[in-house]
């Protein structure tokens, strides 16, 4: 068989050694260039001005670290630090944070687990941080097989006490390269720590991806919160520790001010044919690529389908979702779990709509096909053929 061609414009960049030298503009902007997903997360937080990456191996995403280490020897004040675990990792992001850099951490399902208590530690202290999550196989210790059974560690917080995190799902390679910035970028405007849920196909597959200008770390906005000596300035304190019951009482509130202010101000989601849909397919990340597929069959049948894809897990499109509700009143959650995105769907929903359900967890991968053949069964169940 002969070898299959690229497509034109597109270089196909597999080495880390050479792949670590784009920052540097090697490759003109407007070019695509060919790489797996970790890479592209790689990349990109990089060019968002990522400067500190503390990390501990856990398959599937240790591509990441790798890439991320290549990168930052390539930096003047670049660093990469392979923590000697989850915990130290985490708690690592606290104090480059308090120094004043973006920074970054990735791990997969039980390393996340373990990340936990730091994550709450960077919300309590309002420190902007980034965390990379792409999920397998669970629960437990699973498998490596791509799986989306972390919907409600992400979306809940995770942790101890009451407050949230920004949750971002990209469905592919061009995502993964703008919602990283994005990342960076909301977790520094909001002082608070990001996660970018992922999975260990997104992980794996090579995509064309362009990247944007980089982001010169000394031209970013300065940030109130830097520890950097208190010369000719009153002293910074920033701690998680409040041990009188109304200090804790003020900052909670006014961390639940500032979540409803993010909730107002980024809540995103993507729609695909719903204006005339009967039946509206929700699904994020992967889940959401495969039913995009399923869709494009269906309406070949001449079902009238649609797909809405969140963008923000949390905050949550519930609004969007309500709005469509007037128009709609099937909708089917497909998910790779067992069902966690579907309790979010059924709060928004409120009873407004009839919801369905499938999904297939434990690292079992759904084929456009199948979610076709499921779609089609429903959608005649339901009558929604009839006018």
Known sequence: MGAKRRPQGVQDVHSVQLSALMWQSRFIVTE?????????????????????????????????AEYVSGAMAKLEHGTFIQAE?????????????????????????PGISLKQEGISYLAAQEL????????????????????QGDYFQATRGGGHGDYRTIVLA??????????????????????????????????????????PEPVDPDKLPLKPWL????????????????????????????????????????????NYMTTDARLVIIAYGTAARIAKGAVKRVRDMGLKVGLLRPVTL????????????????????FEMSTGQMLEDVKLSLEGRSN?????????????PDEIAKVINSLYHRQHLEED
């Open 170 to 211: 990209p469905s592919g390679g061009q995502e993964l390269a703008d919602l990283t910035r994005k990342a960076f970028e909301y977790a520094d405007r909001y002082r608070t720590p990001v996660m970018i849920l992922g999975d260990g196909m997104m992980g794996q597959m090579m995509e064309p991806v362009q990247f």
């Open 32 to 64: 695509k260039v060919l790489m797996r997903g970790s890479h592209v997360i790689g990349e990109a937080a990089v060019r968002a001005g990522c400067r500190f990456y503390a990390g501990y191996p856990i398959t599937p995403q240790n591509e990441l």
């Open 355 to 367: 919801i369905h359900f499938y999904g297939r967890p434990g690292g079992i991968i759904s084929t």
């Open 227 to 270: 520890l950097d000596g208190a010369k000719g300035r009153p002293s910074r304190i920033i701690k998680s520790l409040l041990l009188d019951p109304n200090s804790e009482e003020s900052r909670n509130w006014k961390l639940m001010r500032k979540y409803e202010a993010i909730a107002r101000e980024i809540t995103s989601c993507d």
């Open 128 to 147: 902007p941080s980034v965390i990379i999550n792409t999920m397998r196989g669970g629960p437990g210790l699973g498998n490596i097989a791509p799986s």
């Open 85 to 109: 675990s989850e915990l130290a990792a985490i708690n690592m992001l606290i104090g480059a944070s308090m120094a004043g850099a973006r920074c970054m951490t990735s791990s997969s399902s």
């Open 314 to 333: 949390w905050p949550f499109p519930a609004g969007m979702l309500r709005e469509m509700s007037r128009l709609v009143k099937d909708f089917m959650v």
